[in-house]
């Protein structure tokens, strides 16, 4: 008790240092079960504002990998697929409008809808759809995606809306891939009628897609702006804004500003370390709430390094790090606290039988200070050792976890040292041919609604290697073959199974401290109505089920 007190005071000390009031939120304006606007009927017309968080990148759907850059992207060239809003975890048709699978899971046939135009009136056939998938994988273009495609041995047109794919291997994954900027499809005639091809999707260049909104203009570093498509082939969701704006707002506390002021309408991202300003903001009209994500916030040890390349070590750390506490001091309601599965709540699927006897099994690593002294004196260190944690100044919240680690490892004399460094300083560290730090705290989003897709990056072998994000370094045989296994799977009990197994071992092994699963934290006017951000939003046109209310 002495010691869970003692926390509780450098906690607060430390949240009092970075000048934040945070407090656990439980009123009625963040509980995260109401849909902005639900309650009105659609009205059609008006401006719609998004506030980007992070500067776009590119409009190409090759260079689509990043929370904000594939908003816009993903509301111009529309995928094959996208994910059912009211089950995240499903895929459903959109350009493509159903497909099949051979037995062996290597086939797949697409059958792509009839009279589909681009905005240009000329219609999109599969010569687009596979001449899109070609540019996304083609060496010279160097796609920030292609690594979706990597199960792919061949893609081919059949006749005009028909697209056959054949894989190297069962990949029950890739399929996913396709209903995110990965099969984003643009126009062929309009990319090879750019004087200079590499123009597209750039400012100048612009882009020629599918979507319910019509790119006009991009203006770098301030917003892109697009008008409605009064020919969008899906009837059942037209667009019923006449323009639509993504405004790129950086500063956070200008950005929840302008959505109290009504300047922007919606922002789906943002941090817990405002939540106060959030919540100061219901009462201008705005709705504050929390969505399922799948986030984990965590702290990855690279393992090659002195004092971490012991699993002993790396267990302590995770038994004298209180993540409950930490987020009754840091979240409150907006996440839970991190426990023994990186795989965030959201995406432990396939098999609940197996989740079950998972938890009977795992270890949650619980607040221990006599169980992590045990380990260190049975480790190779038993005097300690000195280490470094990587944070990013994007995320304030990710300092707080590090500094409190570090208050507490001091007692089974681990000497921690807070390196602060921007988003590109992190990364160009991360992704070096060394990987030169000790650790890093990072918050990680799945590409897709699916388990492999969160532990395959983040724990397999290969991805050990510069540019991957095996940032732990970890490496196991047994977790590997386990992996390839679940991937070649298509029955979902025995996935499941396998992907327990696989958590199973990483528990055991410790690679990782899971501080804790953040929800969404979106803000949204009260009069926009339509859709709640799903896990894996930023991928879906969203923007076309949205309206303003009457």
Known sequence: MKKKSK?????????????????????????????????????????????????????DPAFSYSLTTSIPVSTFCESWLTTDPEDPSTLVPLLAESWDVSED?????????????????????????????????????????????????????????????????????????????????????????????????????????TGAYVFDEWKEGEKVTAHANKDYWDKENQPKFDNVEFVEITDSTTRISAIGNNEIQASYWNQASQLDMMKSITSQNVDLQYNDAGTTQCLFFNTTRKGLDDANCRKALNYVFDSQKYVEGVYGDSATAGDSCFLPPALRSYNDEAWAEYDKTADNYE?????????????????????????????????????????????????????????????????AKERDYDAVILQWDADFPESLSDLLPMFYSENCKPGSCNYSQYKNDTVDKLMLEAKATTDNAAKGKLITEICLQINADCPMLNMSYPKRISLVRKEIAGYTPTPTYWFEPFVRYLYYTE
């Open 367 to 431: 607040y221990n200070l006599d169980k992590a002294k045990e380990l260190m004196a049975a480790s190779k260190y038993p005097d300690g050792f000195d280490m470094e944690i990587l944070v990013s100044t994007a995320f304030p919240t990710d300092e707080t976890a590090a500094l409190m680690l570090q208050e507490s490892a001091k007692e089974i004399g681990i000497n921690i040292k807070v390196k602060k460094v921007t988003p590109s300083e992190r990364s160009a560290v991360l992704y």
């Open 105 to 209: 899971g290597k086939t797949y046939t697409f059958h792509f809808r009839k009279g589909v135009k681009f905005w240009d009136g000329t219609e999109m056939t599969a010569e687009d759809v596979v001449f899109s998938y070609e540019h996304a994988v083609a060496e010279d273009v160097a796609s920030y995606i292609a690594w979706m495609h990597e199960s792919v041995e061949s893609v081919k047109a059949t006749d005009d809306y028909t697209v056959e794919v054949q894989l190297k291997q069962a990949d029950s994954t890739w399929l996913y891939g396709v209903a995110t900027s990965g099969g984003g499809v643009f126009s062929k005639k309009y990319y090879e009628s750019l004087d200079d091809p590499s123009s597209f999707g750039t400012s100048t260049g612009g882009v020629m897609g």
């Open 7 to 59: 926390l509780k005071r450098v906690l607060a000390a430390l949240l009092l240092a970075m000048s934040v009031t945070l407090t656990a939120c439980g009123d009625s304006t963040g509980n995260g079960t109401t849909s902005s606007g639900s309650g009105g009927k659609a009205k059609q017309g008006g401006t719609f504002v998004y506030g980007l968080e992070q500067e776009i990148l590119s409009l």
